[in-house]
């Protein structure tokens, strides 16, 4: 069985710039500096959560030419667009595995390629919804040798305290692994819902 372990939590903005301020105020912490996604057209930053889990803040990159594919996590829809326009909101969740093709298997999901990504020294394998997987199923992400951000990332006092995970009955089935995780919480509803307590400096942080 492969490892499935909560990598970390995606919250959208419409701009990176304005997302981070937004979110430095309401945790009283500044996110960390990330880079750029050369190619995918979207650039981040990030906070540990402790616990070999992270927080990334991503956005458009307006210094990149429009990507030839559509930027991960729905960033182009204008459903999520119009979502995100007026604060950071959670996006996506992304569970770390040693073998995404196995991890596919094991979760019944239907085969698809993994993409490689790299952003500075960083690189990693991520596999990404394909048609025919049931809505709310977990974004995979397979380090490799690079050391995970969150083993990395300056500890800023942050922690994820719970994550509830809202999604249709025939995807709740699939995640009996992350049950094993205290912090989380699989829920029914009729689409992907997230919504994460974090214990940060300015108090316990609903991000939804």
């Known amino acids: ?9 995606v919250l ?7 997302g981070a301020s937004a979110l430095a105020a309401r945790l009283g912490v500044e996110p960390d500096a990330g880079g750029r996604h050369e190619g995918f057209g979207t650039h981040n ?7 070999q889990t992270y927080l990334e803040l991503i956005a458009p990159d307006p210094g990149q030419p429009a990507p030839a594919r559509p930027r991960p996590f729905g960033l182009d829809e204008p459903a999520i667009a119009e979502r995100v326009a007026a604060r950071p909101r959670l996006l996506a969740y992304v569970v ?21 990504m790299r952003r500075g020294a960083l690189k990693w394998r991520i596999s990404l919804p394909v048609a025919g997987q049931p809505a709310g199923t977990p974004i995979l992400i397979e380090w490799g040798d690079t050391p995970i951000p ?3 990332l300056p500890d800023r006092g942050l922690r994820l305290l719970g994550l509830r995970i809202g999604v249709p009955a025939a995807t ?12 989380i919480r699989i829920e029914p509803a009729d689409e ?9 400096p300015a108090g ?5």
Request: a negative charge; charged letters at 20%.
């Open 192 to 200: 992907l819902g997230l919504h994460a307590s974090v214990d940060a």
């Open 150 to 152: 969150s083993s990395t």
């Open 204 to 208: 316990i942080i609903e991000l939804d």
């Open 96 to 116: 770390r595995t040693d073998d995404i093709g196995a991890a596919r298997e094991a979760l019944g999901l239907p085969p698809g390629g993994a993409t490689d």
């Open 12 to 18: 959208g903005a419409a701009s990176l710039a304005d």
């Open 172 to 183: 709740a089935g699939l995640l009996g692994p992350l049950a094993a995780d205290p912090r």
């Open 45 to 51: 930053r990030l906070l540990s959560l402790g616990r």
């Open 1 to 9: 069985m492969p490892i499935l372990e909560l990598d970390h939590l």
